[in-house]
Nanobody, 122 residues
Framework: VQLAESGGGLVQAGGSLRLSCAASGSTYVINLMGWYRQAPGNQHELVATITSGGSTNYADSAKGRFTISRDDAKSTVYLQMNSLKPEDTAVYYC?????????????????WGQGTQVTVSS
């Protein structure tokens, strides 16, 4: 599975951006996709996830401002970010979690995109 992110950029505080993550390859193994971010000097942190069934989960910092969605026909996950703040500045990474069946059983697999920079100016 390959993940290709797009949509990052520079925006003023209060503005909006929409990130896209297009999955290709053996996408049938994926059962969960999400977005993580990492700011300089900070740890990698979860932003939002969405299951294959459409259930969503958000970090407290993202609730009420960010919306994660998916378009299965395009194998693409989106992150709509509104009311952006300078503290949202980070590299945002797309993540996909799946399960691969083997003779020994079901093995979890994880895939990451290359990251896209989001910079929010004050």
């Amino acid at each position: 599975v390959q993940l290709a992110e797009s949509g990052g950029g520079l925006v003023q505080a209060g503005g909006s951006l929409r990130l896209s993550c297009a999955a290709s390859g053996s996408t049938y193994v994926i059962n969960l996709m999400g977005w993580y971010r990492q700011a300089p000097g900070n740890q990698h942190e979860l932003v939002a996830t969405i299951t294959s069934g459409g259930s969503t989960n958000y970090a407290d910092s993202a609730k009420g401002r960010f919306t994660i969605s998916r378009d299965d026909a395009k194998s693409t996950v989106y992150l709509q970010m509104n009311s952006l703040k300078p503290e949202d500045t980070a590299v945002y990474y797309c993540h996909a979690h799946g399960t691969v069946a083997t003779i020994e059983g079901n093995n979890p697999v994880n895939y990451w995109g290359q990251g896209t920079q989001v910079t929010v100016s004050s």
